[in-house]
């Protein structure tokens, strides 16, 4: 089987869509992991044969092994895992109980590293494959009332390091986006509801503006391609100089 094979977790919304629509736009075929089955099967019918899903709430994480045994046996190889899904939670550091925070770590953290290691288990056989994780600025610096994202996506880009350290020489690369404010229905909104934190954002981004989904799903399929085959263990901020921005 020649085709490259790409999973994408939460990939039939936001960020994760445009992921979808340009590795399949690329030739690649895509499986879907998600929780609402009818979103992925919209998004399925309307890229056609070369997107799939799988409906399932990552937060399972004891039902991980069983999901990749079953898509690596329907589809013969993993070639590529976009670990993009994600939850995020806004509430005043002292309001935030164990229960939130174990939620957002569970969805955000482990289930990257469950997946990526049931799917490390079939990219080793082969001795290729790269695995993409997707962080976010919550990372870069301080954000107020996001902790337990926070904390989540700080550990994906040191888990992103370790991994690429040890599996690297396996033939494996690991890389990971650290998207700034890109546009989507539910950014948008957000700003738009909130002019002073909107003033803040475009004031310390050089570039002025917003990002487009596209332009992570650009950064995402570059670090899958041949030509990022020398690059491993790099966390790439997406985000028109938002973090060295001031």
Do not use: W
Not at 132 to 160: D, F, H, L, R, W
Not at 229 to 240: A, E, F, R
């Amino acid at each position: 089987m020649s085709k490259t094979i790409a999973i994408v977790t939460g990939g039939a919304t936001g960020l994760g869509l445009a992921i979808t629509k340009k590795l399949v736009q690329e030739g690649i075929l895509v499986i879907m992991i998600g929780r609402n089955e009818e979103k992925l099967d919209a998004t399925a019918t309307e890229l056609g044969e070369l997107c799939s899903y799988k409906a399932f709430d990552l937060q399972n994480l004891a039902g991980i092994p069983a999901l990749i045994d079953e898509i690596h046996h329907e589809f013969g190889q993993i070639d590529i895992l976009v670990n993009n899904a994600g939850i995020n939670m806004k509430k005043p550091f002292i309001e935030v109980t164990d229960e939130d925070f174990a939620s957002v770590i569970q969805t955000n953290l482990s289930s990257v590293f469950a997946i990526s290691r049931e799917v490390v288990k079939k990219m080793i056989d082969v001795g290729k494959g790269s695995i993409v994780n997707i962080s976010s600025m919550a990372a870069q610096y301080g954000i107020p009332k996001v902790i337990a994202y926070s904390a989540a996506k700080t550990g994906v880009e040191g888990m992103t390091r370790a991994m690429a350290t040890e599996l690297s020489p396996l033939g494996i690369r690991i890389n990971c986006i650290a998207p700034g404010f890109i546009k989507t229905a539910m950014s948008a909104k957000a700003l738009d509801a909130d002019p002073e934190r909107k003033n803040k954002v475009f004031s310390r981004t050089p570039m002025g503006k917003m990002g487009e989904p596209d332009d992570v799903a650009e950064a995402v399929y570059f670090f899958c391609s041949p030509g990022a085959k020398y690059v491993t263990g790099v966390i790439m901020p997406v985000d028109g100089g938002n973090s060295i921005g001031f």
